[in-house]
C-alpha cells in the first residue's frame, strides 16, 4: 500500500477511485478503461503541480517518506562486487553506517552510506540511521584505507543526525564525527557525496565533506532538522514548519549559496514513486562528477578540496 503525506490526500483520492475502478468486475462488460485513463492524466497533472512547488516544510516530508530509496538501494543497484567491511578496529560495528568495496562503472571504489531501513525490522536494526562514535570511526578507516589504496569514495548520506544518546556521548560522538570530517578532507583521492534524503547535522558532514557533494532535489541538509531548530529557538517543536523556512535546507537554497555542488532532478511525484529511474539518475549524475576528479593528482585534489570549503561564506561575510 502507498503511503501518502499530508499535502497529497488529493491525490491520494483519485488514486483510491481509480483501484476501486480497477477491481470493478462487471458482468455487463461495462469498458471502464476510459475513466481510469481521465482520472489518471488528473493524477499525473497534480501530481506535476503540487511537486512544483513544494516548501521546505513539504520537501522535508518527502526527504523522509519511509518508501524513498534508501543508500542499500543505492549501493544494490550501482555498485557491483560489493563486499562489505565492518567494524571500528577499536570497540564495535555500527549498522547505520555501511561501508564497503566495490565496483562502480567498472572502477574499484570504496562506498559509504548512512541506511536507516525500510520496514520496522531493519530500522531497529540500523538504529533509524543515526549512528554511533563506532559508525564514523568505521567511515574514517574505509576512508583511510581508500586512500592507502588509491579508491575513490563515493558515499551517500541519509540521516537525520548521529546517535543523541548518553553512551555515545560518553564513547566519544563529537571526536569521531570530527575525525570522520577530517578524512575526508585529507583522503588523497576523490571524494562525492550525495545527499538522498535527510542530510542532518554533523552526522551527515561526517560522510559528505567531498570534493563533490550532490543532493536530490526533494532532499534536505541542514545543521538541525526542523523540530531540533524549532526547539532551540523556539522552545516550541510544533514551530518546526517555521524553522524548515529559515533553515534555507533545500536544494535550491544550498546550490544558491555553493554549499553542493549539483542538484539530481526527481521524477515528478518524489523518488518514492520510480526508486529506480531515481537511483539510475543519481548514478549518472555522480559519474559526471567524478570523472574529471580522476584526472587531478593527492597534491592537485587537496589543494581543489581546501580552497572549496574555505571558499563558503565568503561572499555572503563580504
Given at each position: 500500500?502507498?503511503?501518502?503525506?499530508?499535502?497529497?490526500?488529493?491525490?491520494?483520492?483519485?488514486?483510491?477511485?481509480?483501484?476501486?475502478?480497477?477491481?470493478?468486475?462487471?458482468?455487463?462488460?461495462?469498458?471502464?478503461a476510459?475513466e481510469?485513463?481521465?482520472?489518471?492524466?488528473?493524477?499525473?497533472?497534480?501530481?506535476?503541480?503540487t511537486?512544483a512547488?513544494?516548501?521546505?516544510?513539504?520537501k522535508?516530508?518527502?526527504?523522509?517518506?519511509?518508501?524513498?530509496?534508501?543508500?542499500?538501494?543505492?549501493?544494490?543497484?550501482?555498485?557491483?562486487?560489493?563486499?562489505?567491511?565492518?567494524?571500528?578496529?577499536?570497540?564495535?560495528?555500527d549498522?547505520?553506517v555501511?561501508?564497503?568495496?566495490?565496483?562502480?562503472?567498472?572502477?574499484?571504489?570504496?562506498?559509504?552510506?548512512?541506511?536507516?531501513?525500510?520496514?520496522t525490522?531493519?530500522?531497529?536494526?540500523?538504529n533509524?540511521?543515526?549512528?554511533?562514535?563506532?559508525?564514523y570511526?568505521?567511515?574514517?578507516?574505509?576512508?583511510?584505507?581508500?586512500?592507502?589504496?588509491?579508491?575513490?569514495?563515493?558515499?551517500?548520506?541519509?540521516?537525520?543526525?548521529?546517535?543523541?544518546g548518553?553512551?555515545?556521548?560518553?564513547?566519544?560522538?563529537?571526536?569521531?564525527?570530527?575525525?570522520?570530517?577530517?578524512?575526508?578532507?585529507?583522503?588523497?583521492?576523490?571524494?562525492?557525496?550525495?545527499?538522498?534524503?535527510?542530510?542532518?547535522?554533523?552526522g551527515?558532514?561526517?560522510?559528505?565533506?567531498?570534493d563533490?557533494?550532490?543532493?536530490?532535489?526533494?532532499?534536505?541538509?541542514?545543521?538541525?532538522?526542523?523540530?531540533?531548530?524549532?526547539?532551540?529557538?523556539?522552545?516550541?517543536?510544533?514551530?518546526?514548519?517555521?524553522?524548515?523556512?529559515?533553515?534555507?535546507?533545500?536544494?535550491?537554497?544550498?546550490?544558491?549559496?555553493?554549499?553542493?555542488?549539483?542538484?539530481?532532478?526527481?521524477?515528478?511525484?518524489?523518488?518514492?514513486?520510480?526508486?529506480?529511474?531515481?537511483?539510475?539518475?543519481?548514478?549518472?549524475?555522480?559519474?559526471?562528477?567524478?570523472?574529471?576528479?580522476?584526472?587531478?593528482?593527492?597534491?592537485?585534489?587537496?589543494?581543489r578540496?581546501?580552497?572549496?570549503?574555505?571558499?563558503?561564506?565568503?561572499?555572503?561575510?563580504?
Amino acid at each position: 500500500m502507498r503511503h501518502f503525506l499530508d499535502f497529497e490526500r488529493s491525490i491520494a483520492e483519485l488514486e483510491g477511485k481509480i483501484e476501486e475502478l480497477r477491481r470493478i468486475s462487471d458482468p455487463d462488460g461495462l469498458n471502464i478503461a476510459d475513466e481510469v485513463s481521465r482520472l489518471t492524466e488528473k493524477v499525473d497533472r497534480q501530481l506535476r503541480t503540487t511537486y512544483a512547488k513544494l516548501t521546505p516544510w513539504q520537501k522535508t516530508q518527502v526527504a523522509r517518506h519511509p518508501d524513498r530509496p534508501k543508500a542499500t538501494a543505492y549501493i544494490a543497484a550501482l555498485i557491483t562486487e560489493f563486499t562489505p567491511l565492518a567494524g571500528d578496529r577499536a570497540q564495535a560495528d555500527d549498522t547505520a553506517v555501511i561501508g564497503g568495496l566495490g565496483r562502480f562503472f567498472g572502477r574499484s571504489v570504496m562506498v559509504l552510506g548512512t541506511e536507516k531501513g525500510s520496514d520496522t525490522e531493519s530500522r531497529v536494526a540500523h538504529n533509524f540511521g543515526m549512528a554511533r562514535p563506532e559508525g564514523y570511526r568505521k567511515a574514517r578507516r574505509l576512508i583511510e584505507l581508500a586512500g592507502r589504496f588509491g579508491l575513490p569514495v563515493l558515499t551517500f548520506v541519509d540521516t537525520s543526525g548521529a546517535f543523541p544518546g548518553i553512551e555515545a556521548e560518553a564513547h566519544g560522538q563529537a571526536e569521531a564525527i570530527a575525525r570522520s570530517i577530517e578524512a575526508c578532507l585529507a583522503a588523497p583521492v576523490p571524494v562525492v557525496a550525495t545527499i538522498i534524503g535527510e542530510g542532518g547535522s554533523g552526522g551527515a558532514i561526517a560522510l559528505a565533506a567531498g570534493d563533490a557533494v550532490l543532493m536530490l532535489e526533494h532532499a534536505v541538509y541542514a545543521v538541525a532538522s526542523p523540530e531540533a531548530c524549532a526547539s532551540i529557538l523556539w522552545r516550541d517543536a510544533g514551530q518546526a514548519e517555521a524553522a524548515a523556512e529559515a533553515l534555507r535546507l533545500t536544494a535550491e537554497d544550498l546550490k544558491r549559496l555553493k554549499l553542493i555542488d549539483a542538484i539530481v532532478t526527481e521524477p515528478y511525484g518524489g523518488a518514492h514513486r520510480a526508486p529506480e529511474q531515481t537511483i539510475a539518475a543519481v548514478g549518472q549524475a555522480v559519474q559526471e562528477q567524478l570523472a574529471p576528479l580522476l584526472a587531478l593528482d593527492a597534491a592537485a585534489l587537496l589543494a581543489r578540496r581546501r580552497e572549496k570549503f574555505l571558499e563558503m561564506g565568503r561572499e555572503a561575510a563580504s
